[in-house]
């Protein structure tokens, strides 16, 4: 099941609302996972299921979608949100895959 | 909270072999599905390899079956990978993973 995001790079200002999109090349149902990578460091996990919130993740991130097309939403960019975020499929009886990546940079 | 600690990794000839070992702690590991993540330098994230919580299930990437054997052992909180015929695309921070929580990677350069 191939992952394919876009835009594979994005810059914004602080404030901006920001949208990061993920198309599955066959359905997912409810599990996607979003992550956010900072250089050096593993991911760390934002969103689960589409849309639930991980434990101490900010409010400002968001997810939704179902079926092949889903999106994270930043409602208002702070300066600590750039890194590169992956989509991620985890259905448990298929192989985990990851979209490409979007690297979001703060202008 | 989760820990999963990686080690094991180092620099290695082509064809050589490595064995990377993850401890896990801080959760019921037996009761988890377990995968092995790779990330080649500056390119994204590529799953390796996945073992059921009961070793019955085991599934890999066609770029490592073949080559890599994964493992686990529930008695000792601990996930394996055994890497064997090594290649210059197979240089990557490899990541322990179970879904929500990562560790913190080791690094693997195959180079002569």
């Known amino acids: 099941n191939q992952m394919t995001q876009s835009p594979s790079t994005l810059s914004a200002s602080v404030g901006d609302r920001v949208t990061i999109t993920c198309r599955a090349s066959?359905?997912?149902?409810?599990?996607l996972a979003w992550y956010q990578q900072k250089p050096g460091r593993a991911p760390n996990l934002l969103i689960y299921?589409?849309?639930i919130l991980e434990n101490g993740v900010p409010s400002r991130f968001s997810g939704s979608g179902s079926g092949t097309e889903f999106t994270l939403t930043i409602s208002s960019l702070e300066p600590d949100d750039f890194g590169t975020y992956y989509c991620?499929?985890?259905?448990?009886?298929?192989?985990?895959?990851f979209g490409q990546g979007t690297k979001v940079e703060i202008k | 909270e989760v820990q999963l600690v990686e080690s094991g990794g180092g620099l290695v000839k082509p064809g050589g072999s490595l064995r990377l070992s993850c401890k896990a702690s801080?959760?019921?590991?037996?009761?988890?599905?377990m995968n092995w993540v790779r990330q080649a330098p500056g390119k994204g994230l590529e799953w390796v390899a996945s073992?059921?919580?009961?070793?019955?299930?085991?599934d890999y990437a066609d770029s490592v079956k073949g080559r890599f054997t994964i493992s686990r052992d529930n008695a000792e909180n601990s996930l394996y990978l055994q890497m064997n015929s090594l290649r210059a695309e197979d240089t990557a921070v490899y990541y322990c993973?179970?879904?929500?929580?990562w560790g913190q990677g080791t690094l693997v350069t195959v180079s002569s």
């Open positions: 299921k589409v849309s």
């Open positions: 066959q359905s997912v149902s409810r599990w």
């Open positions: 991620q499929q985890y259905n448990s009886y298929s192989p985990w895959t």
């Open positions: 801080e959760f019921t590991f037996s009761t988890y599905n």
């Open positions: 993973a179970r879904h929500g929580s």
């Open positions: 073992i059921t919580s009961d070793s019955n299930y085991i």
